[in-house]
Nanobody, 115 residues
Framework: QVQLVESGGGLVQAGGSLRLSCAASGSIFSISLMGWYRQAPGKQRELVATITRAGTTNYGDSVKGRFTISRDNAKNTVYLQMNSLKAEDTAVYYC?????????WGQGTQVTVSP
């Protein structure tokens, strides 16, 4: 099993920045891909960004150029630096880790961007 604990969410004004962290524990040796997803009220969960163990990244179109995902394999932690935040970035952000045996989710952290 893999346990994921997110931190760093909160309230910020539009144009501001936040950094989310996700610490993984448990059977982390088999994690291949980690990422962030988000879900706003009344909407489906959507991709924010993913990163492979080698550092290859992928971003959702709505966050390209504003968000940066990074990964510290020694600390088993993935980060999401969010800059130039907009009101439409308001959502619960979930950390995800993928193994060949399945996908694991954190409990989520709320990010609220005031206009």
């Amino acid at each position: 099993q893999v346990q994921l604990v997110e931190s760093g969410g909160g309230l910020v004004q539009a144009g501001g920045s936040l950094r989310l962290s996700c610490a993984a524990s448990g059977s982390i040796f088999s994690i291949s891909l980690m990422g962030w997803y988000r879900q706003a009220p009344g909407k489906q969960r959507e991709l924010v960004a993913t990163i492979t163990r080698a550092g290859t990244t992928n971003y959702g179109d709505s966050v390209k150029g504003r968000f940066t995902i990074s990964r510290d394999n020694a600390k088993n932690t993935v980060y999401l630096q969010m800059n130039s935040l907009k009101a439409e970035d308001t959502a619960v952000y979930y950390c995800n880790a993928q193994r060949t045996t399945g996908s694991h989710w954190g409990q989520g952290t709320q990010v609220t961007v005031s206009p």
